[in-house]
């Protein structure tokens, strides 16, 4: 079984990345899709995203059934497109069961033949998001402890341009 996980990782975190690691445990095959969507503003470009989320997965061990693509439009279009017919979110917290809830629905209306379905953060994870990241870098504080690694030293400098 294929599934996708959409969403728009502005940038990744390691708490996308979990939700990554454990879907390719139980799937054949996990396609992040980074979602384009015109009127959000994102600070890093989908090309650098995609590459940021590749160069992150390579550092999971013995995961190798997990690529990256581009996506525009509707979820479900566009996850029947990529051949999934799951759709992975993650679940912080209540405030985020509401809008997944909606969105899930929504997407079962237009396609009821992929279905939603939901992993619950890891709690270390449960407070953080890509925006939390942005701001505490975007003020200079010590974001190592939330994102890969490998992206560290890219995340910290974007941030430094938006203070120029
Ligand atoms: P979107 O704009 O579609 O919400 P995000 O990149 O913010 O895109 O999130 C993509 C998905 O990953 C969402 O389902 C979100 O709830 C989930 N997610 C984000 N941060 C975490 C985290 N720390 N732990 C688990 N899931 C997360």
Redesign the pocket.
Known sequence: MKAC??????PI????L??IERASRMFDEVVVMI?HNPR?TCAFSVEDRKRMIEESIESLEGVNNVSVVIGSGLTVDYAKKVGANAII????AVS?YEY?LQQATANLMLNHEIETLF?I??PK??F???SVVKEIALNKGDIKAFLPSVIVKEVEDKMVEFHR
Do not use: C, N, V
């Open positions: 996980y959409p969403g728009s990782f502005d975190t390691l708490g996308h979990d939700i979602m959000k979110r993650g679940i912080r985020d997944e992993l953060a890891k994870y449960s953080l998001s890509s």
